[in-house]
């Protein structure tokens, strides 16, 4: 093995870990942030609404990753007489698919709380939003870290998926060195060290956060 | 924009057979997947420390890489390790395999690990040993634990098939790529190849969360 063919190009490959951590930052951020309205919607949305919120999520539970992308990128743009570059299409796509997932999550924890402290809530005189923003969310959000740990973990992922629509991330970067030079072995390996190394922290992290305020999520 | 559905119907017998070599895929990995990963969660759980170690080693590493750059790896690594020129189908079935049954290896040992260890206690208090004891006593328990997680991660794998589609395995998303590339009716094919995906994705995942719901554990 000989893994000059890392450090010959080592300029490339990191630009392409620099777009990998951009894109899960992106595609993270704004999945969570429209998953929080998709979860609202679904709770507390008008009545008509509900229907079309659980098609949605249903509907990116059942299609894969790449599907999303490659239509993101190829027909979307035919459809909307646009075009596109690959990373903007790789976070609609990435965003349309977490999303749902996020909202699920969102859901989840806050329907944990018990129905009781919403009673008590508006015994005390308050609006539904505060009950939301001052009780339910502040125990909600600590028991959610768990899966917002491992959402995490899959958005990063998932940003891998994002080299099939030639995002020049560091999948495609490492596919492209290999196209170049032949040495498979040396450069997937690299990759593969170098996804671990992003991943397994995230996932570790998450895990020793939440050991430490796991106590503030109970009631 | 016009458009030309009927380029679907002429492909249909191509889009058919794709469609069962992804439901193959699926199918065969998990049948690969549950007894290995029952394996590698018993090696982990009571096996020789070293063999303990190099389990979990191998179950952390696999849960923490983005399957795509699995499967990459597969392709070009495995034929050079293992000297056999594999078909695509069959790495890519290694590869999906490779993933699975890590997860699949996480999923028992946190089943087995969820019986309190005082059910082990009590039936060796009785007479039985440790083998009858997990055969008759925690086994059991611990299947109805890990049914529903087994079937989350059956809907993933659903999707995730799509993914040897990069190395030429030629199932669905492959073979409406291919379409695609040769007919240029590209809204009409990634709309149907998400449609397709969406006729056997949605039921799986409607199936999953009823057996969510029939095998909830509440204590």
């Known amino acids: 093995m000989d893994f000059s063919v890392i ?19 992106a595609s ?50 035919i459809v909307a007489g646009i075009t596109m ?56 959000v600590v028991r ?25 991330e560091l999948m495609r970067q490492s596919e492209t060195v290999q196209g170049q030079t032949f040495q498979p072995i040396e450069v997937y390996t690299f ?6 190394l992003l991943l397994f922290p995230v996932t570790r992290g998450v895990d020793l956060v939440y050991r430490r305020v796991a106590h503030l999520g109970r009631s | 924009m016009n458009l030309d559905w009927s380029v679907v119907w002429q492909h249909r017998e191509q889009l058919l057979a794709a469609t069962g070599t992804t439901v193959m895929l699926t199918i065969a990995t ?52 293992t000297g056999l020129g594999l078909s695509p189908l069959a790495t890519g079935l290694a590869a999906l395999s490779l993933n699975v049954t890590a997860y699949n290896a996480e999923t028992f040992r946190a089943g087995l690990n969820s019986i309190r260890r005082g059910q082990v206690e009590a039936a060796m208090a009785l007479g039985m040993s440790r083998a009858q004891a997990l055969r008759r006593v925690i086994i059991p328990q611990a299947l109805r634990r890990v049914l529903p997680v087994l079937a989350s991660t059956w809907v993933s794998l659903f ?40 006729l056997l994705g949605y039921p799986q995942a409607k199936l999953a969360d009823w057996i ?4 909830a554990v509440s204590e």
């Not at chain 1, 924890?109 to 939003?129: D, K, P």
């Not at chain 2, 990069?166 to 094919?189: D, H, K, N, W």
Request: hydrophobic fraction near 60%; charged fraction near 10%.
């Open chain 1, 7 to 25: 450090t010959d190009h080592w300029q490339f490959l990191a630009s392409g870990l620099l777009v990998t951590l951009a894109l899960s930052v």
């Open chain 1, 28 to 77: 993270g951020a704004s999945s969570i942030a429209a998953g929080f309205v998709v979860a609202l919607a679904r709770m507390h949305g008008p009545r008509w609404l509900k229907p079309v919120v659980v098609l949605y999520i249903d509907s990116m539970r059942a299609i894969p990753v790449l599907v999303v992308l490659v239509w993101t990128f190829f027909a979307l743009p």
């Open chain 1, 85 to 140: 570059a690959p990373f903007f299409a790789a976070l609609i796509g990435l965003t349309v698919h977490l999303a749902a997932y996020a909202a699920e999550i969102f859901r989840a924890g806050i329907e944990s709380v018990r129905a009781g402290q919403t009673r008590a809530g508006l015994a005390l005189g308050m609006s539904r939003a505060e009950i939301l923003r001052r009780i339910v969310l502040p125990q909600a």
């Open chain 1, 144 to 168: 959610m870290l768990p899966a917002f740990g491992s959402f995490l973990s899959v958005t990063i992922k998932d940003t891998a998926i994002a080299s099939v629509i030639a995002v020049p």
């Open chain 1, 191 to 196: 990759a593969m060290l170098m996804y671990f």
């Open chain 2, 30 to 81: 998990m049948a690969i997947a549950v007894p290995c990963g029952m394996l590698v969660a018993a090696l982990r759980l009571y096996g020789w420390a070293p063999v303990r170690a190099a389990a979990t080693a191998y179950v952390e590493l696999f849960r923490n890489l983005p399957l795509i750059l699995v499967v990459f790896w597969a392709f070009y690594v495995l034929p050079i390790w």
């Open chain 2, 159 to 198: 999707k995730d098939t799509s993914l040897v589609s990069v190395i030429a395995v030629t199932e669905l998303a492959y073979v409406a790529m291919q379409v695609r590339a040769q007919t240029f009716r590209v809204l009409e094919m990634l709309t149907a190849m998400a449609a397709i995906y969406w």
């Open chain 2, 212 to 215: 969510q719901r029939r095998y």
